[in-house]
DNA sequence: CGTGACATTATGTCTAGACATAATAATCGA
DNA sequence: TCGATTATTATGTCTAGACATAATGTCACG
């Protein structure tokens, strides 16, 4: 284990373990430097690790801080579909429904399989001008969201869940009860601002959930 | 702007713009302080930041490559109720429904109103081993999410996020028709590996929703 | 032809010191 | 006493160099 994160570990325990409270005013760099015997910068990496990680707050002149307990905020998992269902043991398939040029917006609908059963709809609108080589495909046989992620470099997303009663098509299609409570995943993306692509997932309620972990110290 | 988010900045750009795909070598650190006429740290700097955020991946001797596209996932904002309410304009009230002991767990349920509708019913464990303090508070006026946040240190957290139907008694204590879509949120939280609490969250699928956002280039 | 030893290379970590910056504390003048 | 100026202090950033570490490529030897 590397220095800083020692003197990082060392800090995280007496905050996780109520030795430091939150406000607590946390030694300056020049003294803990001199206490763990090694330059103030390595003590500084250490720090401004744990303030990444939003365990502290910094303050030039006043010192470093334990922070107040933040908002709760947590890794979310939106994991690929394909690569889900292979994990739970099914096999993967995408069935497209429908494919529409509207302009500059292309749209595309279609069905997630997980083995026989249809897990998630999904209802897609595909900025042309951005993504000019989605025209030259059909969608047919690759589903537009494991296309698009080998097409386009990174993108920034909003995602929004929510959990609705299905709709007389969409029941149809998911061959569901109509009504029967679907969790609906939407989510735009932007490739340094410009759009991309906006996607609506609805699934099974009964079949999918999602999972998101909040760890104050990641990696 | 500091000189390291300079650099970082200039490599993030050609990643998300396409002129570095992934798989692509990076100059070697020494190359890229010797370009930008700046110490080997520095530029290290700048590409432990790029790595952290899941762009590149580095290998010694190797070098540092473009990463390729990951599995997404995205930070979940797990919202305060009470902010968020009042964030809407409503006034937030909670309404403790029972609190039992048994053994070792508290258990408690209410109600978290927003203005006059009750938003979302609310069913929680408290792990009274890790929590003394639990035992002496009603949870009559104080929401127990509220009350733990002030007295807990940090935790872990996992959370599932789910689409049901209202059970008859979750549609009653909602004010809604049964089988209505709800969206439900369970959250486990531990401290140092102790549990901590365990909530249900049931939400009216037409009031609420979450919100989640990906950025390569957080902060 | 395969294999183990060795040199090479790029990242990973660290040092000791420097200057910049922002915010607080102290001081001085009106 | 109030307000503006100045000094102090802790963080923020950076440098030039050092050694550690891990992985790759090379090359001689069996």
Redesign the interface.
Known sequence: MSFDARIRAAIEGD????AL??GDKLPSEHELAAQHGCARATVSKAMAALH?AG?IERRRKAGSFVAD?H??????????LA?LIEARGHVYRWQRLSREQDGAELHVTGLHYEGDTALALESRTIAVATVPDAMDESFDAIAPGTWL??HI?????????????ASAEEAQALGIVE??????LERSTW??DAPVTTVRQV?R??L?????????SP?
Chains 1, 2 share one sequence.
């Open positions: 905050i996780r373990s109520g409270r939150p990444h365990l307990q908002v709760h905020s947590a890794v979310l998992e939106v994991p690929d690569q992620l080998a470099p990174w993108t920034s997303a909003r995602h929004r869940i929510r959990a609705v009663g009504n029967t409570a679907c969790l609906i490739r340094a699934f309620g009964d999918f959930d999602m999972v998101a972990h909040f760890e104050p990696r």
